[in-house]
Every structure is written in structure tokens, then in C-alpha cells.
Nanobody, 127 residues
Framework: EVQLQASGGGLVQTGGSLRLSCATS????????IGWFRQAPGKEREGVSC???????YYTDSVLGRFAISSDNAKKMVYLQMNRLRPEDTGVYYC?????WGIGVPTTMPATVFDTWGQGTQVTVSS
């Protein structure tokens, strides 16, 4: 069974850091892209960052220079290091899988192309 499980969320002050983890199982890291999305109350789900099996990465503009995505293929884990957090980073963070994209990553992160989703983890940044 394909599964993804996000963890590592919490409450942090503005300027603080958190590291999210996405544990995966039931599939290999061959030709897959793992993405992080977030959803704030009353807003649409937003693609934050993703990483492909060839190491290509994508970041939405608002997190460039503050967030870093990485993967440990042997452990089948994907991480999102979030630094200099802002109140607008608040939301439920989800990890999701995209299979069979090929080389690189999508130039945007439409949620519709990601086929499997994990449960979210809440990130709250206080001002």
C-alpha cells in the first residue's frame, strides 16, 4: 500500500525554524517526485516545494531562500527545512507523490498531478 505521512509541525515564533518529515512506503523512489503543499484556513492548497528522484527541485517564490527540500532515498524520506518562518507560512502541510513525471520537476505544482497524499501536519507561526 502506498503511504505518505507528514510530521514535524508545531508552533513557532516568527523567525523560527521547523523541519518537516515525510515518511513514505509502498513504492520506490524511481521516477517519483515528492511535493510539499500547504493550506491555510480559507485558502486554496498551495504547492510549496518538490523534489524529484533525479534531484531536481522546485520552490514557490515566497519560500525561496528560506526553505530547503531534501531526500534520503535509502530511508525513503523527504524533508522540508523551514527557516525564517513568517505568520503567512501558517497552515496544514501535506506531502504528496507524483509518479512518472520523468526528468526534472513541474514548473508549477498543480495539486491535480499528485496522485497520493498523506495526512497533514499543522504549522503555526505566531507574530
Amino acid at each position: 500500500e502506498v503511504q505518505l505521512q507528514a510530521s514535524g509541525g508545531g508552533l513557532v515564533q516568527t523567525g523560527g525554524s521547523l523541519r518537516l518529515s515525510c515518511a513514505t512506503s509502498g513504492f520506490t523512489f524511481d521516477d517519483v517526485t515528492i511535493g510539499w503543499f500547504r493550506q491555510a484556513p480559507g485558502k486554496e492548497r498551495e504547492g510549496v516545494s518538490c523534489i524529484s528522484s533525479d534531484g531536481s527541485t522546485y520552490y514557490t517564490d515566497s519560500v525561496l531562500g528560506r526553505f530547503a527540500i531534501s531526500s534520503d532515498n535509502a530511508k525513503k524520506m523527504v524533508y522540508l527545512q523551514m527557516n525564517r518562518l513568517r505568520p503567512e507560512d501558517t497552515g496544514v502541510y501535506y506531502c504528496a507523490r507524483l509518479s512518472g513525471w520523468g526528468i526534472g520537476v513541474p514548473t508549477t505544482m498543480p495539486a491535480t498531478v499528485f496522485d497520493t497524499w498523506g495526512q497533514g501536519t499543522q504549522v503555526t507561526v505566531s507574530s
